[in-house]
């Protein structure tokens, strides 16, 4: 019943920049996770689901944003200055309807996008 739809993830060099987009059918609090080959799935960065709190994981803060256009009930990721590092699989994700806070665990969330990837070169 809930279809969180991915996209914008590609190749750019380091320093460059990114933009993600997850499309979903309705509006809930959401998160973007990602996971490099061999290491855990770990917290990008949250909104709540007013758009009124946001939380970022700290090897992020600065470069990521995340935003939400309610109109076209779509939350993006603005990706500025990247790393190697940031290289990984992306996912966005979604909590139950009616939860409202943010979350920086993976097992608060719901429903999840199949993931885009991002690829950083040095």
């Known amino acids: 019943q809930v279809q969180l739809v991915e996209s914008g993830g590609g190749l750019v060099q380091a320093g460059g920049s990114l933009r993600l987009s997850c499309a979903t059918s309705?509006?809930?609090?959401m998160g973007w996770f990602r996971q490099a080959p061999g290491k855990e799935r770990e917290f990008v960065t949250a909104?709540?689901?007013?758009?009124?709190?946001?939380s970022y994981a700290d090897s992020v803060k600065g470069r990521f944003t995340i935003s939400r256009d309610d109109a076209k009930n779509t939350v993006y990721l603005q990706m500025n200055s990247l790393k190697p590092e940031d290289t990984a699989v992306y996912y966005c994700?979604?909590?139950?309807?009616?939860?409202?806070?943010?979350?920086?665990?993976?097992?608060?969330?719901?429903?999840w996008g199949q993931g885009t990837q991002v690829t950083v070169s040095s």
């Open positions: 309705s509006r809930y609090a």
């Open positions: 994700a979604a909590r139950r309807a009616g939860t409202w806070s943010i979350s920086t665990r993976y097992y608060d969330y719901h429903y």
């Open positions: 909104i709540s689901w007013s758009g009124g709190s946001t």
